[in-house]
T-cell receptor, first 118, second 111 residues
Framework: GAVVSQHPSWVICKSGTSVKIECRSL??????MFWYRQFPKQSLMLMAT?????????EQGVEKDKFLINHASLTLSTLTVTSAHPEDSSFYIC??????????????FGPGTRLTVT | QKEVEQNSGPLSVPEGAIASLNCTYS??????FFWYRQYSGKSPELIMF????GDKEDGRFTAQLNKASQYVSLLIRDSQPSDSATYLC???????????FGAGTRLAVHP
Protein backbone atom coordinates (compact mmCIF):
# COMPACT_ATOMS: atom_id res chain seq x y z
CA GLY A 1 0.00 0.00 0.00
CA ALA A 2 0.83 3.72 -0.01
CA VAL A 3 1.44 4.18 -3.71
CA VAL A 4 1.64 7.68 -5.14
CA SER A 5 1.75 8.38 -8.85
CA GLN A 6 2.71 11.48 -10.79
CA HIS A 7 2.00 12.47 -14.33
CA PRO A 8 3.80 13.26 -16.51
CA SER A 9 7.13 11.74 -15.52
CA TRP A 10 8.94 14.25 -17.67
CA VAL A 11 7.96 17.26 -19.71
CA ILE A 12 9.71 19.74 -21.97
CA CYS A 13 8.01 23.06 -22.56
CA LYS A 14 8.82 26.41 -24.08
CA SER A 15 9.48 29.48 -22.01
CA GLY A 16 6.28 31.36 -21.23
CA THR A 17 3.96 28.37 -21.36
CA SER A 18 2.23 26.65 -18.42
CA VAL A 19 2.64 23.08 -17.30
CA LYS A 20 0.33 21.03 -15.08
CA ILE A 21 1.61 18.14 -12.98
CA GLU A 22 -0.76 15.66 -11.36
CA CYS A 23 -0.20 13.77 -8.14
CA ARG A 24 -2.46 10.88 -7.15
CA SER A 25 -2.59 8.59 -4.15
CA LEU A 26 -3.64 5.28 -5.68
CA UNK A 27 -4.55 3.07 -2.75
CA UNK A 28 -5.22 5.43 0.12
CA UNK A 29 -6.84 8.73 0.89
CA UNK A 30 -4.28 11.43 1.42
CA UNK A 31 -5.16 13.88 4.14
CA UNK A 32 -2.31 16.12 3.09
CA MET A 33 -0.18 16.41 -0.03
CA PHE A 34 3.14 18.14 -0.35
CA TRP A 35 5.01 19.55 -3.31
CA TYR A 36 8.80 19.61 -3.39
CA ARG A 37 11.40 20.82 -5.84
CA GLN A 38 14.87 19.36 -6.12
CA PHE A 39 17.72 20.87 -8.10
CA PRO A 40 20.68 18.68 -9.13
CA LYS A 41 22.83 17.54 -6.21
CA GLN A 42 20.63 19.41 -3.75
CA SER A 43 18.12 18.24 -1.23
CA LEU A 44 14.37 18.45 -1.43
CA MET A 45 12.90 21.86 -0.82
CA LEU A 46 9.29 22.01 0.29
CA MET A 47 7.27 24.36 -1.90
CA ALA A 48 3.80 24.03 -0.43
CA THR A 49 1.46 21.92 1.64
CA UNK A 50 -2.10 21.29 0.60
CA UNK A 51 -5.13 19.80 2.30
CA UNK A 52 -8.16 18.67 0.36
CA UNK A 53 -10.62 21.49 -0.14
CA UNK A 54 -8.34 24.14 1.36
CA UNK A 55 -5.96 26.69 -0.04
CA UNK A 56 -2.38 25.55 -0.16
CA UNK A 57 0.15 26.86 2.34
CA UNK A 58 3.24 28.07 0.52
CA GLU A 59 6.74 28.17 1.93
CA GLN A 60 8.54 31.46 2.20
CA GLY A 61 9.96 32.54 -1.13
CA VAL A 62 7.62 30.42 -3.25
CA GLU A 63 5.40 32.51 -5.53
CA LYS A 64 1.84 31.35 -5.10
CA ASP A 65 0.74 33.03 -8.33
CA LYS A 66 3.39 31.20 -10.28
CA PHE A 67 2.97 27.77 -8.72
CA LEU A 68 -0.75 27.10 -8.55
CA ILE A 69 -1.82 24.17 -6.41
CA ASN A 70 -5.25 22.61 -6.46
CA HIS A 71 -6.20 19.78 -4.11
CA ALA A 72 -9.57 18.81 -5.50
CA SER A 73 -10.04 15.47 -3.74
CA LEU A 74 -8.45 13.17 -1.18
CA THR A 75 -6.58 11.40 -3.98
CA LEU A 76 -5.59 14.17 -6.37
CA SER A 77 -3.48 17.31 -6.19
CA THR A 78 -2.18 19.32 -9.12
CA LEU A 79 0.69 21.76 -9.46
CA THR A 80 0.61 24.21 -12.36
CA VAL A 81 3.79 26.08 -13.21
CA THR A 82 2.58 29.22 -14.95
CA SER A 83 4.65 31.20 -17.43
CA ALA A 84 7.53 28.80 -17.01
CA HIS A 85 11.10 30.01 -17.42
CA PRO A 86 14.37 28.08 -17.77
CA GLU A 87 15.16 28.64 -14.09
CA ASP A 88 12.01 26.65 -13.24
CA SER A 89 13.62 23.56 -14.76
CA SER A 90 13.85 21.10 -11.91
CA PHE A 91 12.67 17.79 -10.51
CA TYR A 92 9.23 18.26 -8.96
CA ILE A 93 8.14 15.62 -6.47
CA CYS A 94 4.87 15.28 -4.63
CA UNK A 95 4.22 13.29 -1.51
CA UNK A 96 1.14 12.29 0.38
CA UNK A 97 0.48 11.45 3.99
CA UNK A 98 -2.28 9.31 5.39
CA UNK A 99 -3.60 7.95 8.61
CA UNK A 100 -4.04 9.64 11.92
CA UNK A 101 -1.91 10.49 14.89
CA UNK A 102 1.80 10.00 14.49
CA UNK A 103 1.44 7.98 11.29
CA UNK A 104 -0.08 11.00 9.59
CA UNK A 105 3.45 12.36 9.39
CA UNK A 106 4.79 9.55 7.23
CA UNK A 107 5.07 10.83 3.70
CA UNK A 108 5.07 8.64 0.62
CA PHE A 109 6.61 10.10 -2.47
CA GLY A 110 5.54 10.03 -6.06
CA PRO A 111 8.14 9.15 -8.72
CA GLY A 112 8.71 12.79 -9.61
CA THR A 113 8.33 14.93 -12.71
CA ARG A 114 11.36 16.28 -14.49
CA LEU A 115 10.54 19.65 -16.03
CA THR A 116 12.77 21.21 -18.66
CA VAL A 117 11.94 24.68 -19.88
CA THR A 118 13.64 25.70 -23.11
CA GLN B 1 23.06 26.86 11.15
CA LYS B 2 21.12 24.50 8.91
CA GLU B 3 18.10 22.87 10.48
CA VAL B 4 19.14 19.36 9.49
CA GLU B 5 22.78 18.60 8.81
CA GLN B 6 24.35 15.60 7.15
CA ASN B 7 27.81 14.89 5.86
CA SER B 8 27.52 14.94 2.07
CA GLY B 9 30.02 12.13 1.61
CA PRO B 10 30.63 10.12 -0.37
CA LEU B 11 30.86 7.46 2.28
CA SER B 12 32.59 4.49 0.75
CA VAL B 13 32.33 1.08 2.39
CA PRO B 14 33.19 -2.42 1.19
CA GLU B 15 30.47 -4.93 0.54
CA GLY B 16 29.45 -6.72 3.73
CA ALA B 17 30.57 -3.91 6.04
CA ILE B 18 28.44 -1.71 8.27
CA ALA B 19 27.63 1.73 6.90
CA SER B 20 26.98 4.43 9.48
CA LEU B 21 25.12 7.57 8.44
CA ASN B 22 24.71 10.49 10.79
CA CYS B 23 22.38 13.45 11.10
CA THR B 24 22.02 16.32 13.53
CA TYR B 25 19.09 18.68 13.87
CA SER B 26 18.55 22.04 15.48
CA UNK B 27 14.89 22.04 16.54
CA UNK B 28 14.68 20.62 20.06
CA UNK B 29 10.92 20.34 19.69
CA UNK B 30 11.18 17.77 16.92
CA UNK B 31 9.59 14.45 17.78
CA UNK B 32 9.65 12.41 14.58
CA PHE B 33 12.59 11.43 12.44
CA PHE B 34 12.79 9.70 9.11
CA TRP B 35 15.37 8.14 6.84
CA TYR B 36 14.79 8.09 3.11
CA ARG B 37 16.85 6.47 0.38
CA GLN B 38 17.09 8.19 -3.00
CA TYR B 39 18.62 6.61 -6.05
CA SER B 40 19.96 8.95 -8.71
CA GLY B 41 17.13 10.41 -10.77
CA LYS B 42 14.46 8.84 -8.59
CA SER B 43 12.26 10.11 -5.80
CA PRO B 44 12.91 9.31 -2.12
CA GLU B 45 11.78 6.05 -0.59
CA LEU B 46 10.96 5.80 3.11
CA ILE B 47 13.25 3.35 4.88
CA MET B 48 12.59 3.94 8.55
CA PHE B 49 11.07 6.28 11.05
CA UNK B 50 11.85 6.64 14.72
CA UNK B 51 10.13 8.57 17.47
CA UNK B 52 11.67 7.35 20.70
CA UNK B 53 15.18 7.55 22.08
CA GLY B 54 17.23 4.44 21.52
CA ASP B 55 17.48 1.97 18.68
CA LYS B 56 14.93 0.69 16.23
CA GLU B 57 15.79 -2.24 14.03
CA ASP B 58 14.23 -3.32 10.73
CA GLY B 59 16.08 -6.04 8.87
CA ARG B 60 19.55 -4.80 8.00
CA PHE B 61 18.70 -1.25 9.06
CA THR B 62 18.96 0.23 12.54
CA ALA B 63 17.94 3.78 13.35
CA GLN B 64 19.33 5.38 16.50
CA LEU B 65 17.94 8.48 18.15
CA ASN B 66 19.41 10.62 20.90
CA LYS B 67 17.18 13.60 21.51
CA ALA B 68 19.42 15.08 24.20
CA SER B 69 22.24 15.31 21.68
CA GLN B 70 19.86 16.10 18.80
CA TYR B 71 21.36 13.28 16.84
CA VAL B 72 19.90 10.53 14.70
CA SER B 73 21.79 7.87 12.80
CA LEU B 74 21.19 5.01 10.42
CA LEU B 75 23.24 1.84 10.41
CA ILE B 76 23.17 -0.50 7.45
CA ARG B 77 24.54 -3.95 8.21
CA ASP B 78 25.94 -6.29 5.55
CA SER B 79 26.03 -3.45 3.03
CA GLN B 80 25.32 -4.40 -0.56
CA PRO B 81 26.18 -2.59 -3.81
CA SER B 82 22.42 -2.07 -4.25
CA ASP B 83 22.50 0.08 -1.11
CA SER B 84 24.54 2.66 -3.01
CA ALA B 85 22.33 5.75 -3.01
CA THR B 86 21.86 9.07 -1.28
CA TYR B 87 20.35 8.79 2.20
CA LEU B 88 18.22 11.68 3.34
CA CYS B 89 17.54 12.43 6.97
CA UNK B 90 14.25 14.22 7.58
CA UNK B 91 12.91 15.78 10.73
CA UNK B 92 9.31 16.66 11.34
CA UNK B 93 9.21 20.36 12.09
CA UNK B 94 8.10 20.84 15.66
CA UNK B 95 4.48 21.96 15.72
CA UNK B 96 4.05 21.72 11.95
CA UNK B 97 3.17 18.84 9.70
CA UNK B 98 6.14 19.24 7.38
CA UNK B 99 9.46 17.53 6.94
CA UNK B 100 12.77 19.32 6.90
CA PHE B 101 15.32 17.40 4.85
CA GLY B 102 19.05 17.30 5.19
CA ALA B 103 21.18 17.58 2.07
CA GLY B 104 21.78 13.83 2.10
CA THR B 105 24.79 11.56 2.39
CA ARG B 106 25.92 9.68 -0.67
CA LEU B 107 26.80 6.08 0.12
CA ALA B 108 28.92 3.98 -2.21
CA VAL B 109 29.23 0.26 -1.48
CA HIS B 110 31.98 -1.33 -3.51
CA PRO B 111 32.34 -5.05 -4.20
Amino acid sequence: GAVVSQHPSWVICKSGTSVKIECRSLDFQATTMFWYRQFPKQSLMLMATSNEGSKATYEQGVEKDKFLINHASLTLSTLTVTSAHPEDSSFYICSASRGSGRRSYEQYFGPGTRLTVT
Amino acid sequence: QKEVEQNSGPLSVPEGAIASLNCTYSDRGSQSFFWYRQYSGKSPELIMFIYSNGDKEDGRFTAQLNKASQYVSLLIRDSQPSDSATYLCAVLSGGYNKLIFGAGTRLAVHP
